[in-house]
């Protein structure tokens, strides 16, 4: 059986267990969306009658009208599928995992821009914030990690709010611990999906850190501007910003997915640091 095939029945089997029509799946992801009828109705240039009777199962969309509502309300690539299943069908978009041979220049450049981003660390993450690479500034970072956080599948969120991994180290837990949360929701929110619904709940559920005495860096003000990552290390306190990088026109599922974390110094302590730090592997090797 080849690999098409395979995703097509796995696909089918999913849905197999589902009884939302693709009318319920066009009503749900516009109100989540917050759009009436009539919006998402200009939106697509149907009529608001049109689109009632598709919502209630009353007319039967063709699959291009399947995609072009999709594509206005902003569906991920991997519910369209679903919905394209629900309304009789086949998926259009593929899902083969990073190191397919398919994708090798995509991962070339997520490797590139690893490895070009050191002596700072960067990662990459899929839509469940799963640990797919990382580059060599990361490592060090860790220090102190229980071993079973660190063992594969990773997920860095856990790895970040864990009571026994970094979360002890963060020094502004309150305000990151926030940040995180807060991204996760909108993510849900975005995405409707019931695995990162259930990981929200376990890290609303860790315990905080008990700390002798409070850190207090001494860090530049960012209120207002942006939420930074202040971890406790030898040198002192270490105070990141980061962005996070997608693929900009994807149509596989993997790449749709990803997302490149990438950190970057916010002081000159950090910078230094970080610099010096690069500078004794390259002695070393």
């Known amino acids: 059986m080849d690999e098409g095939t395979k995703f097509v029945i796995g696909w089918r089997a999913n849905m197999n267990m589902q009884t939302q029509t693709v009318g319920t799946m066009l009503r749900d992801w516009r109100r989540r969306r917050h759009l009436s009828q009539l919006d998402l109705a200009c939106e697509a240039d149907i009529s608001s009658r049109h689109l009632s009777f598709l919502e209630t199962g009353r007319s039967q969309p063709s699959r291009e009208m399947v995609l072009h509502l999709?594509?206005?309300?902003?569906?991920?690539?991997?519910?369209?599928?679903?919905?394209?299943?629900?309304?009789?069908?086949?998926?259009?978009?593929?899902?083969?995992?990073?190191?397919?041979?398919?994708?090798?220049?995509?991962?070339?450049?997520?490797?590139?821009?690893?490895?070009?981003?050191?002596?700072?660390?960067?990662?990459?993450?899929?839509?469940?914030?799963?640990?797919?690479?990382?580059?060599?500034?990361?490592?060090?970072?860790?220090?102190?990690?229980?071993?079973?956080?660190?063992e594969p599948p990773v997920n860095v969120l856990r790895l970040g709010l864990h009571p026994r991994g970094l979360a002890p180290r963060i020094a502004n837990l309150d305000q990151w611990r926030s940040h995180l949360l807060a991204r996760l929701r909108r993510q849900i929110e975005v995405s409707a999906d019931p695995v990162l619904a259930e990981l929200l709940n376990e890290l609303s559920s860790y315990p905080m850190p008990h700390r002798e005495r409070p850190h207090t860096p001494d860090a530049i003000d960012f209120a207002g501007v942006a939420v930074p990552f202040q971890l406790a290390a030898e040198v002192g306190i270490l105070s990141f910003l980061s962005t996070t990088t997608v693929f900009g026109t994807p149509v596989d599922i993997t790449l749709s997915e990803l997302a490149l974390e990438t950190f970057f110094p916010a002081d000159s302590i950090t910078l230094d640091a970080l610099t010096r730090n690069l500078s004794k592997e390259i002695i070393n090797r």
């Open 70 to 150: 999709a594509e206005r309300l902003d569906v991920p690539l991997r519910e369209r599928n679903t919905m394209l299943l629900a309304a009789g069908y086949a998926p259009v978009y593929g899902e083969r995992p990073l190191d397919d041979p398919t994708l090798q220049a995509a991962r070339r450049v997520v490797d590139l821009v690893l490895a070009g981003h050191e002596p700072f660390p960067a990662i990459a993450v899929d839509r469940h914030w799963t640990l797919v690479a990382s580059n060599r500034a990361v490592s060090p970072l860790l220090a102190g990690i229980e071993l079973s956080l660190l």
